[in-house]
């Protein structure tokens, strides 16, 4: 595995594609694609792109080594030139995408890719299943860490995740959508995200006591003591016995950073009554940690009741996304060019008409509101379009069109930036704490109501009239044969 080639980790299809697009002269032609999705998981308000980092470490390493030819030459159905121009294939295209950590909204790219035919086949699966995994982890942490209204969230999930990349990277997603660390070492060691975490069920069981289990961890972890409470009975001995240990070691040392974690049980009961005890022991610096199965509806419920938690652990429904475990971005012909360069505009059409793509080469403004600061709605555009910010701006909701929102007094920002530009990395990469904090920075920019778990509000995603009319346009001639 350390070994395996990520460019061969494409569908078949792109590979068969590209070899009939060699036989018949097309393999040079420049497309566009566009990456974007339909539906916000589990009927949120929006999603958080995530994904990008690793991306642009494919699009550098592209390439074919001996053992990929020889291999797809046993396959007997690729041409023999064709084999020989992947020996030397190298990607020369144009990349933008909205940066890591950006609120995005269904039906706007994400991703553009402006390449030759056959580049831009291959790099279909891969960028789409770094899109889709990523970003939906980053959409699920986001909601989780907003139902902890500002309590740090750790993530848990690796012993759950579906693979070892899956639980890497989800962790590293789930940073970018606001967990405060991980228990996945690895990801720690890669990518910096704070790895840390105590103990299991196990340690206090390999002890004849509890009481000298909990004793032995904190003379050898004074400093990192979080004691595992429910392992045989969580207020008749848990709390009890790490009280004691608390007292008796720590707290002598003038030690004062020390927890309890609950990872059974009736969570909101046990918290409330562990911190009761906590404080009479005159402990109320001492943290309650709660785990065990956790998800946004869960915190938001235990909230509701009161629950006496600082900190939550949150694991399988958060690196699964349990809930809704697909993104489903989508990857499509927007745009080819013609010999002298001329850029013709594309469209798929279907009887459901949310798979109907809006053709064209785009671009995807940003319309802030001046003096909140709010996002107010985005426009898609040509991409030779330029929005006027000193002028107004009316925005109709495409899923309601009779509904309009007019604009006076709002700046625009373009969303999309060049990654790659013949075939060339020129984004500067951010580190992972500055995608952290500009994710942050970025869900405060919206409304409340558009961050509502539950039938939030639609944010205003909608076409300029030039590129409504080429849709229009497509459509008719389209139909008409």
């Excluded at 898609?380 to 069109?401: H, K, N, R």
Aim: aromatic share 12%; with cysteine.
């Amino acid at each position: 595995m350390d070994a395996l080639n990520y460019t061969m980790l494409c569908d078949f299809y792109e590979l068969t594609m590209g070899n009939g697009y060699f036989k018949n002269g097309m393999h040079n032609r420049i497309c566009y694609f566009d990456v974007f999705f339909r539906k916000v998981p589990d009927g949120g308000g929006f999603a958080i792109a995530a994904g990008l980092d690793q991306i642009i470490d494919y699009i550098q390493n592209l390439r074919f080594d001996k053992r990929d030819i020889e291999y797809l030459r046993s396959k007997g159905c690729f041409d023999e030139q064709f084999l020989r121009w992947l020996k030397y294939f190298r990607f020369s295209g144009d990349i933008w995408a909205v940066p890591e950590g950006t609120p995005v909204f269904p039906g706007e790219p994400v991703i553009t890719v402006r390449a030759p035919a056959v580049e831009a086949q291959l790099v279909e699966t891969y960028l789409l299943l770094q899109f889709n995994h990523q970003s939906l982890i980053a959409t699920k942490a986001s909601r989780v860490v907003r139902a902890a209204q500002g309590r740090p969230v750790l993530e848990f999930g690796s012993r759950r995740a579906q693979g070892g990349d899956a639980a890497i990277l989800g962790a590293r997603a789930a940073f970018i959508g606001g967990c405060a660390g991980t228990a996945c070492t690895v990801t720690d060691q890669i990518y910096g995200v704070p790895a840390g975490g105590t103990m299991a069920h196990s340690w206090v069981q390999m002890f004849d006591t509890e009481y000298e289990a909990f004793k032995t961890y904190c003379e050898i972890y004074p400093n990192n003591a979080t004691l595992l409470v429910d392992t045989y009975n969580t207020l008749k001995s848990g709390v009890p016995n790490a009280i004691r240990c608390f007292k008796e070691i720590l707290v002598p040392k003038g030690i004062s950073n020390f927890a309890i974690r609950l990872d059974s049980g009736d969570i909101s009961y046990l918290s409330k009554q562990a911190r009761k005890m906590l404080d009479e022991a005159g402990l109320q610096c001492c943290k309650i940690t709660a785990s065990n199965a956790l998800d946004e509806e869960l915190i938001q419920d235990l909230l509701a009741q009161g629950a006496c938690v600082d900190t939550f652990g949150v694991g399988e429904r958060l690196i699964t996304a349990r809930s809704e475990p697909v993104f489903g971005a989508v990857y499509k012909l927007a745009a080819v060019e013609n010999a002298d360069g001329v850029i013709l505009p594309k469209i798929k059409i279907s009887e459901n008409t949310a798979k109907i793509t809006t053709p064209h080469f785009k671009k995807v403004y940003r319309l802030y509101d001046r003096e909140t600061g709010k996002a107010l709605a985005d426009q898609i555009c040509v991409w030779d379009e330029e929005i006027d910010d000193a002028a107004p701006l009316t925005i109709f909701d495409q899923d309601a069109v009779w509904k309009t929102k007019k604009l006076e007094n709002y700046r625009a920002k373009e969303l999309l930036v060049p990654i790659f530009q013949g075939g060339k990395l020129v984004y500067k990469r951010p580190g992972l704490k500055e995608i952290q904090a500009y994710c942050r920075e970025q869900v405060d920019l919206l409304w409340d109501e558009v961050k509502r778990f539950h039938n939030p509000h639609t944010y205003y995603v909608d076409l300029s009239e030039k590129l409504w009319l080429v849709k229009r346009e497509l459509l008719r001639m389209t139909t008409e044969g």
